[in-house]
C-alpha cells in the first residue's frame, strides 16, 4: 500500500521547506517510494480525525498499511526499516546514525525553535531584548560542537543517512539569520544536502502545494 502523509494546506512558510513533512518527502525521495500527500488545514489538525492519527494536532503523520505514525524521527526510523538505502548495514555505524537522528531533534533543534517562537510569540516583550542573546548562545554554542564533529567531512557520519535528511532540515530553519555563517563547513554542509536530486524533487512538492493555492486565491 501506498503510504499516506500529511503536510499543512496553509504552510506558514510559504512552501519554502520549512515544515516538518519536507523530512518525511524527502526520505521517501531518497529510497524511492511513492507516496500519497493529504492536506489538513489548522482547524482540521485540531479535529477528533487527525487527533486520533497525532495526539498534539501537528504535521506529519504517516499512515500505511494499517499503522499510524507520528513524529518525524519515527516515521524516518520506520522507513528506514523498511527500505534500504537511509541506515548503514553495519550494526555500529547503524547505531551511531540513529544516535545522530536523536541528536538532531533533542540536541539541536530545540534551540532553534525556541529563537523561531521567541521571534513571533515574545517580540513584543519588554525582556525580548535581554532574552534573544540569551538563546542565539545556546544556538552557537551547539553549532561550534557540531562544526567541530563534522570538520571536513562530507556527511555527519560516515556515508549519508536519515540522520543528515535531520540535521539539515533542521538547520534550515536558521535561515534569514547570521548563526550559521561562523562555520561556513556547516553551510556547506547544508548545501550538499540541498543540491541532491531526491532534495529538490521534496522541495518542488512541498512548494507546488503553495504555488497552487496562490493561484487559486488570485483566480477567485
Known sequence: MTPTITAFANSPDEGQGQARDMRVRWALE?????????????AEMKAPEHLALHPFGQ???????????????AILLHIAGRHPGLLPA???????????????LNTVEPPIV????AGYLEGDKPWHAERMPIVEARIATRLAQLAAHLGEAEWIDGAFSAAD???ITVLRRL??????????????YV?????????QRAFADQLAVFEGRD?????D
Open 30 to 42: 531518497e529510497v524511492g517510494a511513492a507516496y500519497d500527500v493529504r492536506l489538513v488545514t489548522f
Open 175 to 188: 535561515e534569514g539569520s547570521n548563526l550559521l555563517a561562523a562555520h561556513p563547513n556547516l553551510l556547506a
Open 114 to 117: 525556541e529563537h523561531e517562537a
Open 90 to 104: 553495519d550494526p555500529h555505524a547503524k547505531a551511531r546514525a540513529i544516535a545522530w537522528m536523536f541528536a538532531a
Open 215 to 219: 493561484q487559486s486565491a488570485e483566480a
Open 59 to 73: 504535521i506529519p503523520t504517516y499512515e500505511e498499511d494499517g499503522l499510524a505514525l507520528f513524529e518525524t524521527g
Open 191 to 199: 548545501a550538499r544536502g540541498e543540491a541532491r536530486p531526491t532534495y
Open 165 to 167: 535528511i535531520l540535521m
